[in-house]
């Protein structure tokens, strides 16, 4: 079954297309990238087994505009009709001898296009255009043949159509689609749309345009202007399309269709989602689950309505985005890294993990003004501020949301509903409050800082900085007991303030040492010697105030020693002592002398 939901969709359609008067012109309406073309094929597959029609004509717009073809996309689509028609098994004989006559006459029109009166105007009214043109005295030899030529055309398009019908049931009739119009330049669009309805409305013939309301209206803008527009602009739609069908977006089964992009397939049955047969074991979106609640889906799909909206191209957009960041996190050993603080990396981990980072990826690609903002300062303190509507009013960032959105309010209603379910994502606890702790939103920093999303060198640094720590208490002969605590107090700095790259970037200075920078600023190193395989220092601007501003309590833990060292920084931190209290103590003193300096 297909996950967008459409299929209801085409089959009431592909009944329509048999049993309708004809001619007729139904057009397809949604913006890009709504699945506009998924149901012209969708169609085109129901249409195959049906007795009264033949094999369906599809023409793609965008393949001839991609050649520099646009200007002659009328007499493109005529002779590829044509073309088509001559190909099919079963036309007679009588069908395919008019069907080469007619090629030979539209590249006879083909060459002889060079006025750009005729290509401008021929798609909207020949007769007209030579009428206008006898008026302004404008005519050539070469015009008059092409004029003549199109005028003509309709007649014996429906001379060839009859020759093809009779020898076929009564009813019969052909389907021609065309597609990709909102990829074209609106003016385009609208003379090849003028031109099926001039020159091949005919009986048998039912066309399907995939084409949005708004095209015709830029089109009427681009060639006719913007007052025929507001006058004649809805006019000239119901002239070219008979019948109007709107995508069903809102209907779409968004939960549905975004899982199966991720590899699984609901099963109604079982009301569960189960592994698609398909699916990649490596693209698996939580690859050790044989099964996943609907609950899951929902979160998904919030997150993706939210953000990115009810567009299948949107969506497939975001599941890319997101399968790049699943491999930078395991890239950067996001897994490993949360072994070693003694995080369970069971299935809920791996799930809340993959969650964030697939929203994540949903957000910046639909804010990123907003998704800069909340990088600044990653908190649940600001978590719980972007699900205030008045709050965002106050963000320059919505200033920049509203300049290239229709209706701000919405937008920021979405975003608001966004970290309402971030919200929900992350709270462990089943009170009432709702509210992200501390502990709680660490893995929002884990999974910021494992796929890079802030930017800078990502978790690999520290990886660079415990083999240069390993490497010289190796040569220094370091003892495995020692060596596990040296481990221990590396891993206690990378997994406080100073270790994540939005507030502090490790950068490689040398053979012995990695110094660390805010905001460019150099703020302190991380140093080896094979007397003392890891040295962290401090560098604040003034030792004095640095030591004033200390806690007593945190002062035991820092010594002034000047710059005589590898590494930026004059006053060291004693980091395995910290190791030796308690792990809130610890990271406590660090916290606070990330704050004096950076600060």
Known sequence: EEPLGLSKYASALTDFIVDCETPITIGIQGDWGVGKTSLLNMVDDQLVPKPKTTPVIYFNTWQYAQLDQEDHLTVAM??????????????????????????????????????QMVKNKVGIDAKKAMEETETNGEMTPGFLQVVNMMVDYKQ?????????????????????????????RPARALDLLSSVKNFLDVPHCVFVLAVDYSVIQRGVEEKLGSDERKQHGKSYFDKIIQVPFNMPVSSYQVDEYAMSLLGWTWDEEGEKYVRSEDADEDDLYLNRHVKIKRRTAREIENLVCTTVGKNPRSIKRAVNYYGLLSRVFDTNNGHERARRRNIRTDRSWQSLYLELMFGFACFQLSYPELFEHFLRDPSPQRLHKLQDLDHLDRLSATEKIAERVSDIEDVKSDITAFFDQLVDILDDDEDEEWEVTADEFKPVLDVIRDTNLAGGTGG???????????????????????????????????????????????????THSFNLYWHEEPVGAISSIQ???LRFYVAP????????????????????????????????????????LNRNQGQGVLKEIHEIIVN
Not at 487 to 499: D, I, N, P, Q, Y
């Open 460 to 510: 690999d640094v520290w990886d660079q900085i415990g083999a240069m720590v390993e490497e010289v208490a190796d040569r220094a002969g370091t003892g495995e007991e020692e060596l596990d605590e040296i481990r221990e107090a590396l891993s206690f700095l990378e997994h406080s303030k100073w270790g994540h790259p939005l507030h502090v970037e490790a950068k490689d200075s040398g």
């Open 78 to 115: 005529l002779h590829d009709i044509v073309r088509r028609i001559e190909d099919l098994r079963s036309a007679p004989p009588s069908a395919r001898e008019k069907a080469g006559e007619m090629m030979k006459n539209v590249g006879k029109m083909a060459a002889n296009m060079g006025n």
């Open 531 to 533: 007397g003392n395989p």
């Open 156 to 184: 014996q398009f429906r001379e060839l159509v009859e020759a093809f019908m009779e020898d076929k049931i009564e009813g019969s009739r052909f389907v021609i689609m065309i597609d990709d119009l909102d990829r074209i």
């Open 541 to 580: 601007d003034s030792e004095e105030s640095f030591l004033e501003s200390l806690s007593e309590a945190s002062e035991e833990y820092v010594e002034v020693v000047g710059e005589s060292h590898y590494g930026k920084g004059s006053v060291r931190v004693h980091l395995r002592d910290l190791v030796d």
